[in-house]
């Protein structure tokens, strides 16, 4: 089965499965397969439009695992829950081993927090598959990328990647409808620069020709937003910004917790198809 941005619901929530040790919210608590998929088919109970699968940790300072490693913690896992759910699963990774397992294992999407660049098989691997593609933005990589981001204008000079990176995807021969895009919040970026790319979400998605996926799940801009928030009482946050996320016309964000942004999106979908209909005038 192949998939396209058009098979997804109007605001699209993608599940975080992270099968990793140390992410920053999460680590530790999915690593077994039996864990990891009685979690993955939560979140898919939950309302999860994706299930986005990773087995190595992004966060700020994390060092790099392994192939057989990430081959190990991932792929067992995807071929388990793509036998047992109908939602397409994405795999988190830079590495196109990893990727191409993945996708033979069922997986549908790679979700590639390097914009594809990290590894130069990557594009052909997704082609291969006539898989999709998430194309996300960083400044510099996980070990070091918090330690004096720059840009001229963030917004500008993210989308500009977005827009190279998805011009290179589609020279590669990956399906035009088969491209999302984000602007990394996190990576390689400060708090300023990251409440910028929320107020930009409205211009981004004006000025990129593919659907945009935001994930701020818990992170720590949003921890410093509310005075120091520990990672676990980021969630309310968290739903402001995928409500601010869908309003300007993001197509997913990338969530925890599932039935909270599920929630949010069935508010906005329950009113604004009301309003587009005349109901309220
Ligand atoms: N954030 C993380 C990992 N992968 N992928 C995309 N496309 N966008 C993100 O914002 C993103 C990502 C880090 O968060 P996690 O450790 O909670 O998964």
Same mark, same amino acid.
């Given at each position: 089965m192949t998939f396209s941005v058009g098979q997804l619901p109007r605001f699209a929530v993608m599940g975080i499965l992270n099968v990793t040790p140390d992410s920053f919210s999460d680590g530790g608590k999915f690593v077994g397969v039996d864990a990891a998929v009685r979690h993955g088919l939560a979140l898919v109970a939950a309302g999860a439009a994706i299930l986005d699968i990773g087995g190595e940790s992004s966060r700020p300072g994390a060092d790099p695992v392994s192939t057989a490693d990430e081959l190990a913690r991932v792929v067992p896992v995807v071929e388990r829950l793509a036998a047992e759910v109908d939602i397409p699963i994405? !795999?988190?990774?830079?590495?196109?081993?990893?990727?191409?397992?993945?996708?033979?294992?069922?997986? +549908? !999407?790679?979700?590639?927090?390097?914009?594809?660049? /990290?590894?130069?098989?990557?594009?052909? +691997?997704?082609?291969? /598959?006539?898989?999709?593609?998430?194309?996300? /933005?960083?400044?510099?990589?996980? =070990? +070091?990328?918090?330690?004096?981001? /720059?840009?001229?204008?963030?917004?500008?000079?993210?989308? =500009?990647?977005?827009?190279?990176? +998805?011009?290179?995807?589609?020279?590669?021969?990956? =399906?035009?409808?088969?491209?999302?895009?984000?602007?990394?919040l996190g990576f390689g970026k400060t708090y300023a620069h990251n409440v910028e790319l929320l107020d930009g979400v409205e211009a981004l998605v004006h000025d990129l020709d593919v659907p945009l996926l935001i994930g701020a799940s818990r992170k720590s801009f949003l921890g410093t937003m509310l005075s120091g928030a520990a990672v676990t009482d980021r969630e309310s946050a968290t739903v402001a910004t995928s409500v601010l996320a869908f309003l300007h016309g993001a197509a997913i964000v990338r969530v925890h917790d599932v039935a909270a942004s599920v929630a949010a999106a069935r508010v906005l979908d329950s009113v604004t198809v009301r309003t587009r209909q005349g109901v309220m005038a």
């Open positions: 994405s !795999i988190d990774t830079t590495k196109a081993e990893v990727a191409d397992a993945a996708l033979s294992a069922g997986a +549908t !999407i790679v979700n590639d927090i390097s914009g594809a660049q /990290h590894d130069s098989l990557m594009l052909g +691997t997704v082609v291969a /598959h006539d898989a999709a593609v998430v194309l996300m /933005h960083m400044q510099g990589e996980p =070990r +070091t990328m918090q330690v004096d981001p /720059h840009y001229d204008d963030v917004v500008q000079d993210v989308c =500009r990647y977005l827009q190279r990176r +998805t011009e290179a995807a589609i020279s590669a021969g990956v =399906r035009s409808d088969a491209i999302v895009v984000d602007p990394g």
